[in-house]
């Protein structure tokens, strides 16, 4: 899969950059801490700017992050109140969980956002609970330009300085992914263990 993602970028170059990260945001086959790490590879090397390929990179994962926010805007969050309320068990979520997530949105839904698209797994998907709850477009865009953007720089950058020992960069994030998939997982087993249905506030 590595060595596919290299031959994209070198026959590609910053469109190959661009569909990848779109690619990884909408159906992430191929994680971004591999895309742009190689991307900024390229760049050492010459084939690309270093500037080139995090506006690439960011373009990319900014087009895949509208497109879950519209598909979540135009769903709603009130059509999920059934699915909700027959399958909260599982999901451990109820209503007022719901409320609960839209109130911190209305409050800290910028900072949400911006740091959640710097956080490897959450950054995939921090679009959707932003289109369900409607954050206001103008802002998702903006917070989710500045994490992604941090991001990608960060990524591409780390790339650009270690040249073809690209390697190095998985043996810090892998660890990290891994930890931040298995606080997931332990949170839900948690919750599942402790969880009760509770009342939304207009139930009241």
């Known amino acids: 899969m590595t060595d596919w993602v290299i031959r994209l970028i070198e026959q590609a170059g910053y469109f190959g950059v661009f569909f990848l990260m779109f690619l990884e945001t909408v159906f992430p086959p191929i994680p971004s801490e591999v895309i742009m790490p190689i991307a900024g590879v390229a760049a050492a090397n010459g084939a690309m700017t270093l500037w080139g390929v995090i506006l690439g990179g960011t373009l990319g994962a900014m087009c895949g992050n509208f497109f879950w926010y519209v598909v979540a805007r135009m769903i709603g969050v009130e059509r999920f109140r059934p699915f909700i309320e027959r399958h909260g068990r599982w999901l451990t979520l109820d209503w007022y969980d719901v409320e609960k997530a839209e109130r911190m949105f209305g409050r800290f839904g910028p900072i949400l956002v911006g740091v959640g698209r710097m956080m490897p797994t959450i950054r995939s998907v921090i ?60 949170t839900y087993i948690w919750r599942q263990l402790t969880w009760r249905r509770r009342h939304a506030k207009h139930e009241r």
């Open 127 to 186: 679009s959707i609970p932003a289109g369900l709850l409607h954050m206001r477009l103008g802002t998702f865009l903006i917070w989710s330009a500045i994490g992604t953007a941090g991001w990608s720089s960060a990524l591409a950058v780390a790339g650009y300085l270690l040249g073809r020992r690209f390697g190095e960069i998985d043996h810090i994030l892998g660890p990290l992914s891994s930890a931040v998939i298995g606080l997931i997982v332990l």
